[in-house]
């Protein structure tokens, strides 16, 4: 199994900004052997690192983790996409690490609405699709998720990743305007969808709170399209990594043996361009 989204944050190396006291156990440095120890609670063999701040700081970090840990299956970093030129540059440095296999942007915290159909984010974008790697869209609910099916028709050589399934509001009044945009993302072919991240801060997690996103995204995606993430620490808040683990287990364990394989492995490889373990 490939747990294709886990963070880890060292307080002592950068900001992180959203990271304040009111998160809890959130407030503190995630370290690998933390992060290793839950991975085997669970019998999950390896994990791509997902950036959880708009820093090369955070990419450097994510990467010499990468370099000392043999369960880190691959990094998905960030670059400056607002500024291609420099974005080049980062892309040249960071490609040249066997680690680096993909780029986010914490879209949500960004003020500008527009981001994602910014000319200069499309030719950066136009620089990952060139080599090969995909884009991470994180939280797009509610401000970016329409965005997120526009880009990936602008750019159809580029895999888009929606994170999170673009963060459906569970028995919320405005899951039906989450369920068209979403499919609008579905039906680009360059799109996937991890699930991952469908925890609410506050509430329990179960089956049956996530139930209909979950089955949204199975007839839309389908296995081939789609890869699982535990979004741990960030489950911390909630039901934790087993805890969540159990609730997706569950749900996976209605599918068969072939579709359960795509979305905890095959997918994530594909995407992320992961070696397997042989190699």
Known sequence: MIDAHLHLWDLQRSGYSWITPELGPLHTTITADRAEAELAAVGVERAVLVQAEDSVTDTEFMLEVAAERDWVAGVVGWVQLDDPALAAAQLDRFAADPAFRGVRHLVHDDPRDDFLALPTVHTSL??????????????????????????????????????????????????????????????????????????????????????????????????????????????????????????????????????????????????YRLSTEEE
Do not use: C
Request: charged share 20%; aromatic share 8%.
């Open 126 to 271: 136009g620089l990952l699709a060139e080599r090969g790697l995909p884009f991470d869209v994180p939280d797009a609910w509610p401000r970016h998720l329409t965005a997120t099916a526009e880009l990936a028709g602008a750019l159809p050589g580029l895999t888009v990743v929606l994170d999170h399934l673009g963060k459906p509001p569970h028995g919320k009044p405005d899951f039906a305007e989450w369920h068209a945009a979403f499919t609008a993302v579905a039906a680009r072919p360059n799109t996937v969808a991890k699930v991952s991240g469908l925890q609410v801060r506050g509430e329990p997690f179960t089956a049956a709170g996530i139930r209909r996103a979950w089955e949204a995204a199975l007839e839309l995606f389908g296995p081939d399209r789609l890869l699982w993430g535990s979004d741990w620490p960030m489950t911390l808040l909630t039901a934790g990594y087993t805890g969540t683990w159990e609730v997706l287990s569950g749900l996976l364990g209605e599918l068969t043996d072939d579709e359960q394989g795509k979305i905890l492995d095959g997918t994530a490889q594909r995407v």
